[in-house]
């Protein structure tokens, strides 16, 4: 069996980007519900060395497009790190999703041998093939600003779980069949 590379990249950015919005729009209910302005979620921090809610959602997002990018071929499309509230984080995720969505299958033709190069802080170098940056690096860093926001919210009272982290997978899940 074969897996494409777009269908492990853009099938699995897709739907958690999907569930992160969805998280975000909780948080700002819970906001509204307790009656405190939502930008106490912006700038929330899981520890103090840690990046703010806001720095998580837009690492994550750029994980995405630029891992989507990168496999391609292309440059990746620069966002501005401006966003000041859950609407501005909700409107880059959709603005992610968006882009990931539009590279076509096609685009990733040859992506687990192209050669990946980035250029990282304290001239250091990232050098990889397409495969193994996407598993190595771009989906480990993505899961980890996905979790991590996911957590900021959860530390600070908003009222989600697994399911709403997961929700793209509840499809999948149904009563066993009766014996």
Known sequence: MTISMHALAVETFVPMLRSLSNILDKAAQYASAKKFDSAVLVTARLAPDMFPLSRQVQI????AKNAAARLTGQEPPRFADEEQTLDELKARVA???????SVRPAAFQGAEDRDIKIALPN??????KGLQFLRDWALPHFYFHLVTAYDILRHNGVEIGKRDYLSHAGASVRPAPQA
């Open 95 to 101: 603005r992610t999703v968006d882009y990931v969505e």
């Open 123 to 128: 001239n250091l170098r990232l050098e990889m």
């Open 60 to 63: 994550a997002c750029d994980h």
